[in-house]
């Protein structure tokens, strides 16, 4: 009876085993095909039209993803574009006419076309959040026009592996302050938050066939009162470059829940950049507070985090911050000797005003134009009740839009570079 | 079988993770919904309650030394008494074991299983809780003493894993969904204590009554502190409203676990340990059930119980139409209610039987004088 018993326990055992392997759920690596972007544009025969940029791992593993360096970029990836009605019936007619089964587990990126993002893109969210296969670590990408011709302009020549360009290309923000983290997770929780207000990538396919086509048309230096761009003063796909490389990335899609309502060049993501407390470093030109037509650049790094707070006065909000950043100096054109005791004052004073002067062109452009706190002031207006029903009366996004602002920027100039002190001309 | 002893490690081990499997269920998620910003307080303040009551039923275990609940229903009100109560604890367990075996199924078919029937799906709990009901109450809680460490480091990893996605103001405003909601509507939310329980099943297992108070106390603590830490790290990472969307809330808060390119997608490693936790918790259930019909109605076996019961757990959960309708009959019903059980019906049968005891010892002390 003991033998009889140990032998049942044992039978049991292997058969829980073979339920472990899974076999209904059996499936292969080579049986998937996994896309790597997806773009999503308002359809012409239906109501999505959704773009599948698909990994080819062949090209990927045979052109080696560390060595060699570009060539094979373009060979490494496919792209296929359907009409569709919703995501899940356009993976559906895919799934008929590729070979293999598509898999999201690996997508990087989801681009978002700006007229697509404009009509709000919360019911598509829904449908990815829902879905196990999209990873909350997704870039959400806006794109200034069609998402289909901005998928197929990227052609990655520096890396092989389309996986890890995106992941690269979108993790640059940490050292140009030009684009921020837009990862799904963040950018969904923010489209139901009534404390701050998502962001997006802003990309687009640059408009200059060679440098003999650049103008300034696409610019914003104007608005600010500038004779010349600095760098971040354009859009995606405005910036004066050529090339190979046909994309390009740079400023947000400002969100008021999931509805897209107005864009920040590259300059003004920096701001937000410092504002949100999510900056990290870049380079920075500015002109030379003595010399104008002359510039100076400096490596600007954030130093402690951006201290915020938001008082009421007169039933208005106050919103007050501190930005606390440390520079090292690249290179200063005039030749003035600002690396010395007397003169450092003079540069840090600079950079504190033309920082100060940026942020508050960005913050009412914030309040008064997209009526949307990206940089998450409400976060801190939400301490100040003691009840969430207290808070959602207070209605914050409707009072932001009647802010005032208070904003003190606090630089100090910290490395010189390898050259202690600037000669001028002889 | 009552000749068997454990000690108070192991006991501890298998009450914290009777009470805690919750956080990778819907707990957190619940927590937000009767709090809101402040879903974290609900677990520490329903704790304190839960130590008032047991308190309470610690004292009157004094005179109980040994006995568990059915025992104790005997001296209160003869066959009746032992009948009823046994009744209604298997009530209880008929109630919740299906739900929870259901939901585990149902989220590893969700998760990883998603072609599989759920049928099949349940079979893979079903048979491990029938081996684990056969092999008896010591395996199953030294079983348990070796997985609630593996979960506790899967735990700890999801914790760790989601540290650079803090933010206190996402617990503000302070007091949520306001004072009178936590302090006075969370009340009968000492049922996420329930599991509680099964401490009035093992008491002839553990001895005398320091062991009793001490394993009691302990796992109601630790329990408390590990769901309050689940709720106040949900909260710290997923904002509220949103944190009400998520079905398994640390399934979600794996997933966001993303340190570079080789630390993340540890969901896989996740939902391994759950399963772990799931059916150390299942089993103890299916042995605790035919363990109550035995003493219920005075069996002298318990073995051939075991199949048939898990053949009725296995067919009452699927009753449920689906998933949503599961979690409702958790969330709406056991877990508002099933206090009155774990804590409220202990108290009333140690009180009469303390009653009794008294009378029948003064009926004596009389008749010899």
Known sequence: ?426 | MEKIRFGKIEAVFMLINIMSIQIFLGFPRRMAEVGGTAGWMVPLYTLLLSLILFFIISKLYTNFEGKDIIDIAQIAGGTFGRVLVGLIFLANYFFILPIILRMFSENVKIFALVQSPISFVLMFFIIGMIIASYLGIEAIVRIASIIVPIVAVGFIVVILGNVKYFDVSKLLPILGNGPYEIFIGAIPRISIFSGFSTLYFIAPFIGKNKEFKTIGNLSLILSGVIMTIGALVYLLVVPYPTSTENLLAYLHLARYVNYGRFFQRIESVFVLTWCLAGLAYLSVGLFFIVYIIKKTFSLEYYRPLIIPTAVILFTICLIPQSLMASINLEGDIYRKYSWLIAFILPIAVLLLAKFVKRKKEGEKRYEKV
């Open chain 1, 1 to 426: 009876m003991k033998k009889y018993k140990f032998v049942m326990v044992i039978l049991l055992i292997c058969l829980q085993f073979s339920m472990l392997t899974g076999c209904f759920d059996r499936r292969e690596v080579d049986d998937m095909a996994y896309p790597i972007a997806l773009g999503f544009d308002k359809g012409v025969t239906n109501d999505l039209r959704m773009t599948l940029q698909l990994a080819l791992p062949i090209s990927i593993g045979g052109s080696g993803s560390d060595g060699g360096g570009g060539g094979g970029g373009d060979k490494s990836v496919s792209v296929v574009t359907v009409d569709t009605p919703t995501i899940y019936s356009g993976l559906n007619m895919l799934n008929t006419f590729i070979s293999k089964q598509i898999n999201l587990s690996h997508v990087k990126v989801i681009v978002f076309s700006e007229e697509l993002a404009r009509e709000g893109v919360t019911k598509y969210l829904h449908a990815m959040i829902r879905n196990k296969e999209f990873r909350p670590s997704i870039h959400i990408v806006v794109s200034r026009g069609s998402a289909e011709k901005f998928i197929n302009a990227v052609k990655p020549k520096l890396e092989t592996n389309p996986a890890r360009y995106y992941e690269q290309l979108l993790g640059a923000y940490r050292y140009t302050g030009f684009t921020a983290d837009s990862q799904m997770i963040e950018f969904y929780h923010r489209t139901e938050s009534s404390a701050v207000q998502p962001v997006a990538v802003l990309a687009g396919v640059s408009r200059f066939e060679s440098s003999d086509d650049f103008d300034l048309e696409g610019s914003t230096y104007k608005e600010k009162g500038r004779e010349l761009p600095l760098e971040g003063d354009f859009k995606a796909g405005e910036s004066t470059k050529t090339g190979d490389l046909k994309i390009d990335i740079m400023g947000l899609a400002v969100f008021n829940g999931g509805k897209m309502v107005g864009e920040l060049d590259g300059d003004e993501t920096t701001y937000h950049l410092m504002l949100d407390g999510t900056f990290n470093s870049s380079f920075f030109t500015m002109p030379d507070p003595q010399e104008k037509d002359k510039f100076i650049v400096l490596n600007i790094k954030r130093s402690r985090k951006t201290e915020k707070r938001v008082d009421i006065i007169n039933d208005k909000p106050k919103l007050c911050a501190k930005v606390i950043l440390e520079a090292d100096v690249l290179s200063i054109q005039s030749g003035i000797n600002y690396e010395s005791r007397e003169n450092i004052g003079v540069l840090e004073k600079a950079v504190e005003d033309f920082f100060k002067e940026g942020m508050l062109r960005y913050l009412n452009k914030s309040c008064k134009q997209f009526g949307t706190d990206t940089s998450g002031f409400g976060l801190k207006m939400k301490g100040k009740f003691l009840t969430w029903k207290e808070w959602e009366e207070f209605n914050w996004l409707e009072k932001y839009k009647d802010s005032t602002f208070d904003v003190t920027v606090d630089v100090k100039i910290r490395r010189p570079g390898l050259i202690l002190k600037s000669l001028p001309d002889v």
